[in-house]
């Protein structure tokens, strides 16, 4: 009986001395938060940073504690936990439900997020999230790119209701939880070109900076104009490629693929197709960036254009899909063989979402995720009518995975015939520092 005593007092202070540690860590940093321009108030819970994410401040400990003291504590909120595909940042934002005196309660504010690093530099993608007034939400912008170098980053806050034009309405300073040290790689000169077999493609320009980007023709030679743009403030980069064949300059390959990648461990999928081609050159838009200080790792995958007619044996054709089954709960999938791989095409049920949809299809060839390229060559009807591309939308979900989404078909259609041809890209790597056009807003323009 004693001992039983003395084992449950010394798991008491145990207890006591875990919850006086969480109390004084949790009190120690006054709370860091924001009043932006259209009066929302945002307070800052902290930062996550891995794949694995809980809000700051929830544990299993927390919950033992009476509740006036979870609330003294700024422990009160809702408690959320999730996972990232790869390694990211998550800013945990509280808003005041008491805060906004000039809007309607129940009032939509959508807002989007971009991160600068210690110099000002923006990059990355932008992180939407939305506001309620009045009803406390807690919301977690989340950056898969980080600028680790920095020790302090700021988060800065757009609002991007229509009409808005992208107006900052506030930011924030934090210390960086990613912050690394990370050597520095040696940038090659451009332009610069690469070979694969016979196939060489040359990286002839890479500009990043704030802005929008437009294709301009009827230029001389490869000129990129910067002009302003306005209140478009999402950082932004254009790559110029071209290709030859056997030593002559051809137009029978463009880009399938490209990723960005830097010294860190930043990394960047970029499932683009190619911007604009013309004259020879493929221009290539990537709509989130890495920080313009560093190198760039620049990965390109090359095809074949579809300009050729494709013998159907090439082809894997999925013929007479009934509409009616494109929005049911049955399992519906057809399989094929290409390159020695295992290739499964699945209907998917749509999903709940504000996108309208008719029902979707996800092809995946996981044995050809590093180099395989995937490409929608015809979907018609069962009179023959070819769906435009305002009717389905394709998109990599990531290495060896491609969904298309219908979203609407021809008047009368009863079936649908799908063709999609599997390709195996040439890959080329390129390390090279892109040209900073500028960082007050501009348009670049490409002219060939």
Partial sequence: MRKRLI????????????????????????????????????????????????TPGSSRLTRLLPRPLRSWLRLGRLSLSFSTDTPSLVVWVWEDPASVTNLPPRTVVSMSSLLA????????????????????????????????RSREITVKFYDSSAGAGRRCLGELVLRNPAFRQAPFWEPQPMPVSRTNGNLACTLERLVTGLGGIRGRFGLGGQELEASPAGSNTAPQALGVFRFKEDGLASEDWTLGRVSLAD???????????????????????FREVLWPDEVWQVSAWAKRRLTR???????MVLKDIPVSVLTTTNQLSWNFKREG??????????????????????????????????????LQDDQGRRLTRTQWVPALEGPGVLVITILSLPDGAKTLTLRL?????????????PELVGTNGFWMELGG
């Fill in 421 to 433: 041809l599997l390709q195996v890209g040439r890959r080329f790597d390129f390390r090279v520092k």
């Fill in 263 to 285: 010294a860190t461990g930043n990394f960047l999928g970029c499932w683009l197709d190619p911007d604009r081609d013309f004259g020879g050159l493929v221009g290539h838009r």
């Fill in 7 to 54: 084992w449950l007092g010394v798991l008491l202070v145990g207890v006591g001395l875990s919850i006086t540690v969480m109390v004084g860590l949790a009190r120690s940093a006054p709370p860091r938060g924001v009043t932006l321009a259209n009066g929302i108030v945002l307070e800052c819970l902290g930062t996550t940073y891995g794949t694995n994410h809980v």
């Fill in 309 to 315: 007619q494709v013998p159907e044996e090439e082809l």
């Fill in 117 to 148: 690093d210690e110099h000002g530099n923006l990059a990355g993608g932008s992180a939407s999230s939305s506001v309620i007034t009045g009803l406390g939400v807690l919301g977690q912008p989340r950056f898969p790119v980080v600028p680790r």
């Fill in 341 to 378: 791989h295992e290739v499964r095409v699945e209907r998917v049920v749509p999903r709940s979402s504000g996108v309208r949809e008719l029902g979707r299809f996800r092809v995946t060839f996981p044995g050809l995720a590093e180099n395989g390229l995937c490409d929608v060559v015809s």
